[in-house]
Structure formats: C-alpha cells, structure tokens
C-alpha cells in the first residue's frame, strides 16, 4: 500500500497548479461552466457523449490515457498475471465521432475507436452505425448497429461514467450476450401524455458476439423508462436469446446458448449529488459453463446488484466529484463459489467541461476456487487459475473536443 499512497501523494500535488491553467486553445469556461454541473444523466444507445448535434453535421473526439496498477494477493504466476492484466500505461480509448442530423427527422451516427486498432482488432473499432427516422414526435426506429437496451451499466455515456472500470457484472453481461452493442433495428414509443412518464424501446438484434456469427433466431430485447418525477427516472428491461449463437471456427469456445435476463434500475439526480443503482440476473448462457455429464455440475445462472453515490464540488472554475461505488456479483448461484465484492473510491477533477482527470481505488474480493469471468478457466502450462483479490488504482486523463 506504500507505493499507491505515494502515487496518490505525487498526483494530487500538482492539482492546484493545473486547476489554475489554462489548455491551450482552450474556450474559457462561461459562468454556466463553472458552476456543479448538474448534467442529468441520460441513457443513450451506446453513445459515448450522450449529446448531439441538433442539425448539420457534427464531430467529436474523446481520448482518455489511463494508468493502471495492481496488487494482487495471490503469488501463481497465472493468478497474478490476470489480475494485473490491465496494469500500465495504454491508451484506453479513442473515439471519433460522427453525428448528422440533416433534417428534424432523419439522423445519424457512426462511433470509431481507434484505440482498439492497438490490438489489430479491427472490428472492435466500429463502436456504433445507425440511423434514426422519426415517424412521429412520439415514435421512432433505429437500425445498425448499437447497444442493446439492457442493464443501466451499459446504457449510461461512458464519457460521463465516474469510475475507472465498469467491474465484473458489466464484462458478465457482455461475456453471455446480453449486455454490449449488436446489428438489429428498435421502435422507440412514448405513449403516454406526457413523454417522460413513460418511454419503451422493443429491439429485435442478430444476437451475435465477438467471437461468434449470427445466432438462427437472434436476441429480443425491451426496455421501459419512466421518470414520475424530476429528480427520479426509473427502468426495467429484459433480453431474451432464443436459441444458442454459432462459435467460430465451429467450436464451443465463445459460442451462446438460449436464455434470458433481466434488470431494474434507479437514479436520483439532483444539481450536486446522483444516487444510482441496479439490480439484474439470467441464465449463463456461456456454452463452457452449463451442466455437461463430462465436467460435472457448472454455473447456470446468475445474480448482481451495485449502487454508487456522487457529490460535487464546485471550486472556482473547477469542479471536484468524490464518489463511492459497492458492486456484489454471484456468477455462479448453485455452488458456494462465484461471489465478487468490490468497493471504489473516486475522485474526480473537471478542470473544464472537456477535461477530467479520474483517481480510482479499488478492492475485490471473491470466493476462493471462483473462476475468471470472460476467461478461460485453465492453462496447459500454468495449471487451473481463479479468480483473486486485488486493490487496484487508476488515474485516467479524458480529454473531449
């Protein structure tokens, strides 16, 4: 703990300095920017800037450069390499993107990530490519590609999110097809008289995943939003994967069978302080992973639930936003293993609307004999490796145009 608290020591030095300059090129902040930001927190369809262009056409950047490090308690070769697999200097992401709205009811967006290009992994790159037609000032249809409406972790703006990782629950989700971006089409509706009391989106999706093709039947999604109230907005959703997706190259590793899961999630947001959490469950629709007379018995189902609460700090043209964040993961509900707990602490500094540096301590804790999650469970030449405790700081440097 010695070396985080130097670091933590050596970063927050020099902050007042850095409060006090400027960027050049740099806009001065208006006295609107200057006061606690009370963005309200939106979801989106994958949208890293939850904002755009209202016509014309419109790019933005967001880059964000992180340093990771980690101590894990486990000293296997294999156990400390996973979990200090994100640790080091990288370039976190690179988004460039492009909105056109040429008319009031005809818009669209396209998402590129560059920093996947790091690992030559091409498609990764695409983030989103759609388009919206807005029938009526009630209804609308998307097509392309974009997130699926599920879980309030993946649906907020990742240029907003106040934490340095998403956590177990959110790469879960991804790992068995629910959660992350797909090819489909939705039917956004607000039927009631009033928008915000009640907002549906019913999405029909090919159902395929990094390493997989298109699954027959493909995934349905839905999702409803309400917010009876000013500062509360509230949400449901479910995702059905009808029947198993096609791993590539023909094998098991990454292939999808049927299932379903479900959240409900909640946020209360005022000027300076946002309360949010979420509860979700399913099936683990992992193929490696569910009963096989072979193995033995394996995970089938799962359960989560994580809450965090941000305030905000407005100091001169600054704005400082500790927060506090607890995760409980249960990946594997049959068997006394499967459990993660992790507890966050952050802190972030605006400097300017477009510049945020993020300070993150994390620690995990997990059953023993817990597998990775999104990992394979075991190494030829380093024997079975688990899931292990960590603590782990971040500092991430986001930088929006």
Same mark, same amino acid.
């Not at 489909?184 to 019913?202: E, H, I, T, Y």
């Not at 039947?217 to 949400?235: I, N, Q, V, W």
């Given at each position: ?64 450069? @992180? ?22 200097? =990288? ?18 967006? #396209? ?65 068995l097809g629910f959660g992350g ?41 839905? @999702? ?14 479910? #995702? ?49 992973n569910r009963p096989n007379p ?24 600054? =704005?400082?936003?500790?927060? =506090? ?28 609307? @477009? ?41 991430q440097l986001q930088v929006r145009?």
């Amino acid at each position: 703990m010695c070396r985080f608290s130097l670091i933590l020591l050596l970063l927050t030095l020099p902050v007042p300095v850095l409060a006090q300059a400027r960027l050049p090129g740099a806009v001065t902040p208006s006295a609107e920017d200057s006061v606690s930001l009370p963005a309200r927190v939106t979801t989106t369809m994958g949208d890293a800037f939850a904002d755009e262009a209202e016509t014309g056409t419109e790019l933005r950047v967001l880059v964000q450069t @992180r340093y990771g490090q980690t101590a894990p308690s486990s000293d296997r070769v294999g156990e400390r390499a996973l979990a200090q697999d994100p640790d080091g200097w =990288v370039l976190n992401r690179a988004f460039l993107r492009v909105v056109a709205k040429p008319t009031a009811w005809l818009s669209g967006k #396209v998402l590129l990530d560059f920093a996947a290009l790091r690992n030559e992994d091409l498609p990764q790159s695409v983030k989103l490519a759609y388009s919206t037609i807005q029938l009526h000032s009630r209804v609308a249809i998307s097509a392309g590609l974009f997130k699926r409406p599920f879980s309030l972790l993946e649906l907020l703006p990742i240029g907003e999110y106040e934490f340095g990782d998403n956590g177990p629950t959110d790469g879960l989700i991804k790992d068995l097809g629910f959660g992350g971006r797909d090819i489909g089409a939705m039917l956004d509706v607000s039927p009631l008289s009033r928008k915000k009391w009640l907002k549906v989106s019913l999405g029909a999706f090919q159902g395929g995943h990094a390493d997989t093709t298109a699954a027959p039947d493909g995934l349905l999604a839905a @999702r409803l939003e309400s917010t009876p109230f000013k500062h509360l907005h509230l949400g449901v959703d479910a #995702v059905w994967r009808r029947k198993a997706s096609v791993a590539d190259y023909g094998t098991s590793d990454g292939a999808q069978s049927d299932g379903w899961a479900w959240s409900a999630d909640v946020i209360v947001d005022y000027a300076k302080f946002d309360i949010r959490a979420e509860i979700l469950g399913g099936d683990r629709t992992d193929i490696k992973n569910r009963p096989n007379p072979d193995l033995g018995a394996s995970a089938t189902s799962f359960l989560g639930a994580w809450g965090l609460l941000l305030y905000r700090i407005p100091v001169a043209k600054s =704005v400082l936003m500790p927060g =506090v964040k607890f995760e409980w993961l249960d990946s594997d509900r049959d068997h006394p293993v499967g459990n993660h707990m992790l507890l966050s602490g952050a802190l972030n500094i605006d400097f300017d609307p @477009r510049v945020r540096l993020l300070l993150d301590l994390t620690h995990q804790w997990v059953d023993p004999g817990t597998m990775p999650l999104g990992k394979k469970p075991s190494s030829d030449t380093i024997g079975t490796v688990h899931d292990v405790d960590f603590t782990r700081f971040v500092m991430q440097l986001q930088v929006r145009i």
